[in-house]
């Protein structure tokens, strides 16, 4: 050790308590503080105070609680989207109906995908599942258009 970094974390035991009793990790102190772990370490030694990894622990399940939040809004938002592709079919333009087709199937499994992690709520299942019905109803009664034609209007 050098005398530089004892006087530093001599200087900063005070903050590194004060941080350390209203809850902050040894980590986020160090960034607070632009210091290094190991000063902050010296610093909470100086304090008398130590760090425990139950604090690590919540802030890791808060974390996680927070990121599953996040992937049912994506999963509400992808779905979302894929239902305002499908509102927009227009048969009469097939391209246009084939393009829209795929971007709402995107979004389904882009939906699927954020919350595949995570327990699906029947709720945003059956969503997903009413979506699919209509994409096939969709599709079934572009099929029928084509066969009361008497041409394919697909490719």
Do not use: C, Y
Not at 42 to 55: E, L, P
Not at 114 to 130: C, D, G, H, K, Y
Not at 133 to 140: S, T
Request: no cysteine; proline share 4%.
């Amino acid at each position: 050790m050098n005398r530089t970094t004892i006087k530093k974390s001599d200087a900063i035991a005070p903050e590194v308590a004060r941080l350390a009793a209203e809850g902050h990790s040894r980590n986020s102190i160090a960034r607070r503080l632009e210091v290094s772990p190991g000063t902050v370490s010296r610093a909470a030694a100086t304090a008398g105070v130590s760090f425990d990894g139950s604090m690590t622990a919540a802030a890791t399940e808060v974390r996680k609680l927070t990121n599953d939040e996040k992937r049912a809004h994506l999963e509400t938002r992808f779905l979302a989207l894929a239902s305002d592709a499908l509102d927009h079919l227009d048969f009469t333009n097939p391209s246009a109906a084939r393009n829209l087709a795929t971007v709402a199937a995107i979004f389904v499994d882009k939906a699927t995908a954020v919350v595949a992690p995570l327990e699906r709520p029947n709720t945003s299942q059956q969503a997903a599942e009413s979506m699919l019905d209509r994409l096939v109803a969709g599709l079934e009664a572009s099929v029928a258009a084509e066969d009361a034609a008497g041409q394919q209007l697909w490719p």
